[in-house]
């Protein structure tokens, strides 16, 4: 098999991977009732149920992406499924509240193993011109997996009770898992940029600290709407489950439809903070909206157009780091920045859940939300589109995809 053919297939499995992971991320936000009413607990504690697993996966990130940058990371995708075959079936068995937030937490971790990985070989195997695509296609199906989470639970719950689904989504898991310790590659050093890793203080820029504060300040307000939704409209719109299912639906589907088009747009460079700047507009109005009405037509509307923004700010911030810090250092810079995303993630959903038990409304989700975004806007009026590229970033991207065609023209059965 010649190594372009290997590299479509990992690739096609680290799709299949992060899927999975997403799918976790979400898996217990459309049975909020039942989960309260196993453990009897309130919003407060179902905030921390869900911000338990983004804790795990934020402290995990930049260790996660440390060993992405010294250790095969097909191996670390494949530790990372595992443990999460073992806390999908852990989290609905739980004898307690607690034990499932620890779960949660270490689903969490487990999740972690299948971002900077995942990322890092991506960025080594494939022509740097084209990673805007790449990560706009891990976009697609991180939009899928939270997708059939949020959607499809709820219409599969008839016949298939959560319980009975979190401990087939484990088994799946481990299957995957066991098949990407199968997995056959070349070896990396075929396509590793030789250069000595430039030291992380070089990531700490003006210009990346900017982007990096957008892009936590966004996770959190796409990491409420996303977590809030389904109970918002279930319990405050009473729509029913198959209205939050519905309004889900609507978020992802628009998430996935245009990710490719954040994917193309983002690879050219000069378009990056355009982008950036036009969707925190675009998810300002979809947090307004929601706050203002609760008529069906607009609140679908505000879940189409953040659909459409998560992946148009998502992909080229990422993209903007990545080319930033240099194939030698990439694992460790996504790990670093997204690990700040998912502790004001976490933040977020515990603080959300905290605001609608002593207010005694959902409303409040969109303000604190519309007031996040507001906050940003003038960081991104002065964000760069590029960043600023450390030297060895500089002269890795000179010599990456010239080291990929190599790599396909020379690669081994």
């Known amino acids: 098999m010649k190594l372009l053919s290997r590299v479509t297939l990992l690739l096609g499995a680290i799709l299949v991977a992060r899927f999975l992971g997403f799918a976790a991320r979400t898996s217990i936000v459309p049975f909020f009732p039942e989960f309260m009413t196993q453990y009897g607990i309130g919003y407060t504690q179902m905030g ?20 992405a940058d010294r250790f095969d990371g097909r191996r670390l995708i494949a530790v990372g499924l595992l443990v999460l075959a073992i806390t999908f079936p852990a989290t609905v068995l739980a004898p307690s509240w607690f034990l499932a937030a620890v779960a949660r937490f270490l689903m969490g971790a487990g999740s972690a193993l299948l971002f900077s990985p995942a990322l890092k070989l991506i960025v080594l195997y494939l022509p740097q011109r084209i990673l805007g695509l790449a990560l706009s296609l891990q976009e697609i199906t991180i939009a899928l997996g939270m997708l059939f989470a949020l959607v499809g639970g709820p219409l599969l719950a008839p016949w298939l009770p959560y319980t009975t689904l979190h401990m087939m989504l484990g088994a799946v898991c481990a299957v995957i898992g066991v098949g990407f310790l199968c997995l056959r590659l070349p070896p990396l050093q075929q396509v590793r940029h030789q250069a000595r890793r430039p030291p992380l203080r070089q ?9 990096g504060v957008v892009f936590s300040l966004t996770n959190a307000v796409v990491s409420g709407y996303l977590n809030w939704l389904p109970a918002f409209v279930q319990n405050a719109l009473n729509w029913g489950r198959d209205g939050a299912a519905l309004v889900s639906f609507v978020l992802l589907a628009a998430d996935a439809a245009l990710a490719l088009v954040a994917g193309r747009l983002t690879d050219q460079p000069h378009q990056r903070s355009r982008l950036v ?52 250092r990439v694992g460790a810079a996504l790990g670093l920045f997204n690990a700040g995303n998912q502790i004001s993630g976490a933040l977020a959903g515990s603080l959300l859940g905290w605001l609608i038990d002593v ?55």
């Open 277 to 328: 700047a036009a969707t925190a507009t675009g998810i300002a109005l979809a947090c307004a909206t929601m706050a203002l009405f609760n008529a069906r037509l607009p609140i679908l509307a505000a879940s189409a157009v953040l659909g459409v923004a998560i992946p148009m700010a998502f992909v080229p911030l990422q993209t903007i780091i990545a080319d930033a810090a240099g194939p030698e």
């Open 48 to 67: 921390i149920l869900v911000s338990a697993f983004l804790a795990g996966y934020a402290v995990s990130l930049f260790p996660c992406g440390l060993l």
């Open 359 to 413: 207010s005694g409304s959902f409303r409040i989700i969109w303000w604190v939300c519309l007031g996040l975004m507001v906050l940003q806007i003038p960081l991104i009026l002065n964000m760069r589109a590029g960043g600023t590229a450390t030297p060895a970033a500089a002269q890795g991207s000179e010599d990456h995809d010239e080291r990929i065609v190599q790599g396909s023209a020379t690669g081994r059965d």
């Open 203 to 211: 990531l700490f820029n003006r210009d990346l600290i900017l982007v």
